[in-house]
T-cell receptor, first 119, second 114 residues
Framework: GAVVSQHPSWVICKSGTSVKIECRSLDFQATTMFWYRQFPKQSLMLMATSNEGSKATYEQGVEKDKFLINHASLTLSTLTVTSAHPEDSSFYIC???????????????FGPGTRLTVL | AQTVTQSQPEMSVQEAETVTLSCTYDTSESDYYLFWYKQPPSRQMILVIRQEAYKQQNATENRFSVNFQKAAKSFSLKISDSQLGDAAMYFCAYRVRSNYQLIWGAGTKLIIKP
């Protein structure tokens, strides 16, 4: 199967600082990566879709200047929460889809998630 | 607009028994995929089963099977011989073939009683 890693798995930061979360596809190349936010006991909320080498597409209501997404290669996408505030505390999940050269894989593969706590 | 509805916020079942989780969706597309994902307490999303809309045969994966009713836009998940490890949040999801973006249901929390 396809493996996606996220780092860090959890992070605590002070209000006003920036936090970077990395999402890597370990054994495949992904043309598309997705970033989700999940509140407790709720479903996944899509924040943005990123395609390698191009700007991310943000969902309505998601501040692109606050949640910076970079998809520099087919195996790495990063989410940077800039000037984090307590309301940004949440569980962030990345996933990869569109496996390059593997048209038979029609699902997204998920990272284990990152728990962000902003004090 | 494409939507996915899970009308059961929580379900409980006795260990070793069978439980069915409901999912309905709304779309005008004809070529799409449907998925059931499991999210245990670890919060790692795990694919349980997938169904391609053009296939009439219901997908099965060991103890997990679906009842796919395309005309009714219904996609229920049946878990047979429930095990304690099946306890988790279950999410139904949909996507069109041409786009990897998933549309998610609200989820159903499954409780297994020993």
């Amino acid at each position: 199967g396809a493996v996606v890693s996220q780092h860090p798995s959890w992070v605590i930061c002070k209000s006003g600082t920036s936090v970077k979360i990395e999402c890597r596809s370990l054994d495949f190349q992904a043309t598309t990566m997705f970033w989700y936010r999940q509140f407790p006991k709720q479903s996944l909320m899509l924040m943005a879709t990123s395609n390698e080498g191009s700007k991310a597409t943000y969902e309505q209501g998601v501040e692109k200047d606050k949640f910076l997404i970079n998809h520099a290669s087919l195996t790495l996408s990063t989410l940077t929460v800039t000037s984090a505030h307590p309301e940004d505390s949440s569980f962030y999940i990345c996933s990869a889809g569109g496996l390059a050269g593997r048209s038979s894989y029609n699902e997204q593969f998920f990272g284990p998630g990152t728990r962000l706590t902003v004090l | 607009a494409q939507t996915v509805t899970q009308s059961q916020p929580e379900m409980s079942v006795q260990e070793a028994e069978t439980v069915t989780l409901s999912c309905t969706y709304d779309t005008s597309e004809s070529d799409y995929y449907l998925f059931w994902y499991k999210q245990p307490p670890s919060r790692q999303m795990i694919l349980v089963i997938r169904q391609e809309a053009y296939k009439q045969q219901n997908a099965t994966e060991n103890r997990f099977s679906v009842n796919f009713q395309k005309a009714a836009k219904s996609f229920s998940l049946k878990i047979s011989d429930s095990q304690l490890g099946d306890a988790a949040m279950y999410f139904c999801a949909y996507r069109v073939r041409s786009n990897y973006q998933l549309i998610w249901g609200a989820g159903t929390k499954l409780i297994i009683k020993p």
